[in-house]
């Protein structure tokens, strides 16, 4: 038995900043996050069938709009909040400024 939400804020695997909500750790690694280790999509005979439709079209939407526009949180990072339903979502959204890049 294992908490997906638990296991992505472990300081033991993550770090003592775990808690923080910073994609920058994501840019140093050699190859993909083991699914065992960061379980989000679950692993083994039980992994979720669309994740590599997921993976695939936030990869395709991170390389159409970085390029031509910059996103800033529009509320201090500390007032965004978890909703956890089947998905795990934040509760009021998350608001941010987008502006277009010159």
Same mark, same amino acid.
């Given at each position: +038995?294992?908490?997906?939400? =638990?296991?992505? *804020? ?9 808690? !923080?909500? %910073? ?14 280790? +960061?379980?989000?999509?679950? =692993?083994?005979? *039980? ?9 695939? !079209?936030? %990869? ?43």
């Amino acid at each position: +038995f294992y908490n997906i939400y =638990a296991m992505g *804020r472990d300081t033991k695997l993550w770090g003592p900043d775990a808690s !923080e909500f %910073k994609p920058e750790r994501w840019l140093n690694m050699n190859g993909p996050v083991d699914s065992y280790v +960061f379980p989000v999509f679950n =692993a083994g005979p *039980r992994e979720c069938l669309g994740k590599r439709l997921a993976q695939v !079209e936030m %990869k395709a939407c991170l390389a159409y709009l970085l390029p031509s526009f910059s996103f800033k949180l529009a509320v201090p990072a500390e007032d965004i909040t978890p909703d956890s339903q089947l998905t795990f979502g934040m509760s009021s959204g998350l608001p941010c400024y987008v502006e277009k890049l010159s």
